[in-house]
């Protein structure tokens, strides 16, 4: 009977991380530097509210809360990747708050900086919900690859590394 239990838990915590990888993207961490890159490009302030989708293990969100006073999201699918955030986010002192959600069923209307790195279909997928629920003047970074048929304010280019794209909305 145990051993039933814990495959049953395996196959969850499996087919959660699958249908997250199906839905947005596959779990793959953005590089240090270019969070650190990526945290120029957003400039955060003190009254921003900065959301990560598709968060992992929150490594951007984890960073930009320890050198930042914004208010810090980041929104994930998958169970195993969304409890791994948490546990590793316990000890910072301005926790970002990581939500169990699924980024086109999330409310976006509060957050004026967006973060993506998803695959390029589903930027073309979530580009509508960005457009309708983002106010005007909040920002868009994409990691890697831009939004189809949005022009970038700005790319961070940097040979031998990948791009980041700057949207204003």
């Known amino acids: ?99 169990l959600a699924d980024a086109f069923h999330h409310d976006l209307s509060s957050y004026n900086v967006v973060y993506l790195f998803l695959m390029p279909d589903t930027y073309k997928k979530i580009s509508p919900k960005l457009k309708a629920e983002l106010k005007p003047g909040s920002r868009v970074i994409s990691y890697v690859w831009p939004i189809a048929d949005w022009t970038a304010t700005t790319v961070d280019h940097i040979e031998g590394a990948p791009d980041l794209f700057l949207y204003t909305i």
């Not at 009977?1 to 961490?29: E, T």
């Open 1 to 99: 009977m145990i051993l039933q239990i814990l495959f049953f838990i395996v196959f969850l915590l499996v087919a959660s991380m699958a249908y997250a990888s199906w839905r947005g993207a596959p779990w793959v961490p953005t590089k240090t530097r270019d969070v650190v890159r990526m945290a120029k490009l957003a400039n955060l302030q003190s009254a921003d509210r900065f959301v990560e989708l598709g968060c992992g293990t929150g490594n951007v969100s984890r960073y930009l809360a320890s050198h930042s006073s914004a208010k810090i999201f980041g929104v994930e699918l998958s169970l195993v990747q969304w409890f791994a955030a948490r546990v590793l986010a316990r000890d910072l002192s301005n926790s970002p708050t990581f939500i």
